[in-house]
């Protein structure tokens, strides 16, 4: 979904990120999109300790934890978003979170509001509380201090290894499903996951596809999100970009990554739901741009 030129962007509750250093890191919240790159390594018989990077070098170190000026610097407006993957990374989150603010209060009777969620744009690897982190790993959502952690390098992983199309909407749907773990974060949901961490009915795939459900929600209502000027973030949406997000909810399909793997299917080890399922609820929350269709975890048919 392409950005309006003008559109004001705000790099505020966006940080760089410390260095890496040893270590695997695994969202606590489980289920996390970024586990798929850990699971997919796994199956091709690597051994996740491998996974990790070598310790950050000390200019490297200095460059990550120069905080976000940089980002300050180059992210202004949505031109900038359509130009530069972080940008557009930024931008999601602006009109993400612009997207819940109003819609939380308003599903809710206005009991329920969105608390505004930082972010990590991290370049390589950094540290969460969650674990370390590094872009093989791909964006995760940390319950435990409430980040979301985003490599944009990981949309080339995305593309080459998993075979999403490189659409702008194919990123932001990533994007916009980290931010769905927050949301569930937010309204205590995210244990499931944590309790039943695999399986096709798994409670860790039940919040995989709310999350993938919440994500078409905000990509129906992205349209009338705004900046802090009042003017609109996106353009309309095209049947393209609507493409391009079906594209990248099927790449990570568990089914397709295992398939890509190793040439099987085993559904008891589904954390995420199959590509078919993750498609069908985007669209669910993208038809219908309401939190009730989304619930997942009460679902007899996911
Ligand atoms: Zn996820």
Wanted: charged letters at 25%.
């Amino acid at each position: 979904m392409t950005f309006n030129d003008d559109a004001q962007l705000d790099t505020s509750g966006v940080s760089r990120g410390g260095g890496g250093g040893r270590g695997l890191a695994i969202g606590g919240g489980g289920g996390l999109l970024g586990l798929v790159a850990l699971v997919l390594y796994m199956l091709m018989g690597g051994n996740p300790a491998d996974v990790q990077q070598p310790p950050a070098s000390q200019s490297e170190r200095q460059a990550e934890s120069a905080g976000a000026g940089d980002l300050a610097a180059k992210c202004r407006t949505g031109a900038d978003a359509n130009r530069d993957p972080e940008c557009r990374v930024i931008a999601t989150r602006n009109s993400v979170q612009s997207y819940w603010r109003a819609k939380l209060p308003e599903a809710s009777g206005g009991k329920v509001q969105w608390q505004d969620t930082e972010m990590v744009l991290y370049q390589g690897q950094t540290r969460s509380a969650c674990g370390d982190a590094n872009n093989r790993i791909g964006p995760f959502y940390c319950p435990l201090d409430k980040k979301v952690y985003m490599d944009a390098a990981f949309f080339r992983i995305l593309e080459q290894q998993f075979g999403s199309s490189g659409g702008p909407l194919a990123q932001e749907y990533v994007v916009a499903h980290e931010f769905g773990h927050a949301l569930q974060d937010q309204l205590g949901l995210l244990e499931r996951a944590q309790q039943d961490p695999k399986g096709p009915e798994s409670g860790a795939v039940r919040v995989e596809l709310m999350a993938d459900c919440f994500a078409g929600m905000w990509a129906k209502g992205a349209v009338e999100t705004k900046d802090a000027n009042g003017r609109t973030f996106m353009a309309p949406l095209t049947e393209t970009d609507v493409r391009d997000a079906l594209s990248a909810a099927e790449s990570v399909g568990d089914d397709h990554i295992q398939e890509q793997a190793r040439g099987r299917v085993s559904p008891e080890s589904f954390t995420h739901g199959t590509s078919e399922q993750r498609q069908r609820w985007f669209m669910r929350g993208y038809e219908t741009g309401d939190l009730n269709q989304c619930n997942t975890l009460q679902a007899r048919d996911l």
